[in-house]
């Protein structure tokens, strides 16, 4: 196991290109001068990290073998697909994807996180796989990763780049896993960057285990006229946290942002989105969705922010919550900054129980309460699911939601 230091950088990050290796130089010098966060800051408000958390070490190697994926069976063919355990690509197979040691990233724009975990995910994250679409093509099925915890004690890195080349289109499904009982620090870092006019959608299904925590990180950069989908189900985890920051940066860019998420036990789900227009006539729309039972916590701020270049853009955002037990909390914060003046521009967020007048309406059509209540918590889930780029995903995801709240209802 390798401690949090200047020896444990360099080893890791040895091997990257030289742009990634670059920023994971800038990440470790502020790894070193950062804080931990604290509640007491905004982008931490209503959570509490421990200190104690990054004592955690990097393991030398993958724990173990790889699992089967259970997701992965849901596609009749996928276009290529990856293993990482701990941190560590396993296996690689495919013409799209390839470890990130052997990218080729000349035009690479590094981004330094602002808080200490993202600076470790950036100073230490030297393993990962990149998916690419060359200018013109179009990726026919989608592109697999399998990401796994598996060491008792251990803090990993899974990254994962997809590039979207001019006028290219492709779909990337990451899962992430670990087992219950596993208490493991994972830091997932997930961005995508896409080319004028390309077309490209990151599907993330987290079903972590309910010892590991999690704090990761989904950045995108759309150019002129390219369309960005990501959608992410929030399911396991003791603590998962999932910071977004979407920038818009080309004329006409387009970003769809989806989420259906459900906490129960003592799971906290904290999410924080930024949308950034920067470019003019640009559309937006983030859409979440979430429950939460028992003592479960879900947060979610989001933040459209307009530029004054950003004229012409069109975004909106839509945060609705079920309470679901006494002692279950929701926080939803939606924010504006508009600093444009030809824009259209919204928000909507909604914290509450289930809705007695449609239990009365269920009910009057002969339904007992039990059924009419679990039909509002499908519904509930459906407006979010469609929203879900590669739809094979949703029958099963709609499951591990009901799984959830059938336990509730017991």
């Not at 779909?171 to 992430?176: F, M, T």
Request: glycine share 10%.
């Amino acid at each position: 196991m390798f401690p949090l230091d200047r020896t444990t950088h360099e080893r890791l990050t040895a091997d990257l290109p030289d742009p990634l290796r670059e920023a994971a130089a800038a990440s470790f010098a502020a790894f070193e001068a950062l804080p931990t966060p604290s509640s007491k800051e905004e982008d931490w408000r209503y959570v509490e990290v421990p200190e104690s958390l990054l004592e955690f070490e990097i393991p030398e190697g993958p724990g173990s073998k790889p699992t089967p994926s259970s997701y992965e069976a849901l596609f009749a063919e996928v276009a290529g697909r990856a293993d990482i355990v701990d941190g560590h690509v396993v296996d690689v197979a495919g013409r799209n994807i390839t470890r990130l040691s052997d990218a080729d990233l000349p035009s690479y724009e590094p981004v330094v996180s602002a808080d200490k975990f993202g600076a470790a995910a950036g100073a230490f994250g030297g393993s990962g796989v990149i998916v690419q679409a060359a200018a013109g093509e179009v990726v026919a099925h989608p592109v697999f990763v399998s990401v796994e915890a598996a060491t008792p004690g251990a803090l990993t890195i899974p990254r994962v780049l997809v590039v979207g080349g001019e006028a290219s289109a492709v779909a990337v499904v990451v899962e992430q896993r670990s087992p219950d009982g596993l208490e493991a620090l994972v830091l997932p870092d997930v961005e995508v960057l896409a080319g004028t006019a390309a077309r490209v959608s990151v599907t993330v299904v987290q079903t972590w285990g309910d010892q590991t925590t999690a704090i990761g990180w989904h950045r995108l950069r759309a150019g002129r006229d390219a369309s960005v989908g990501l959608s992410e189900a929030g399911l396991g985890a003791g603590f998962s946290r999932l910071r977004l920051t979407a920038d818009l940066v080309g004329r006409g860019a387009d970003a769809r942002i989806a989420g259906a998420y459900f906490g129960d036990d003592t799971q906290t789900l904290d999410y924080r989105y930024f949308m950034n227009h920067i470019g003019p006539n640009t559309t937006s729309e983030m859409f979440l969705k979430g429950a939460v039972a028992g003592e479960a916590r879900s947060v979610f701020s989001g933040l459209i922010r307009i530029e004054p270049g950003g004229q012409g853009t069109n975004a909106h955002q839509t945060n609705r919550n079920l309470v679901l037990s006494a002692g279950a909390e929701a926080h939803s914060v939606p924010n504006l900054e508009i600093l444009a003046d030809d824009v259209r521009c919204g928000h909507g967020s909604a914290v509450g129980p289930l809705d007695e007048e449609q239990r009365y309406y269920l009910m009057s059509r002969g339904l007992p309460a039990p059924r009419a209540d679990r039909l509002q918590v499908l519904g509930f889930f459906e407006e979010s699911l469609q929203r879900f780029p590669q739809q094979e995903l949703k029958p099963v995801l709609r499951a591990a939601a009901m799984a959830k709240y059938d336990r509730v209802a017991q």
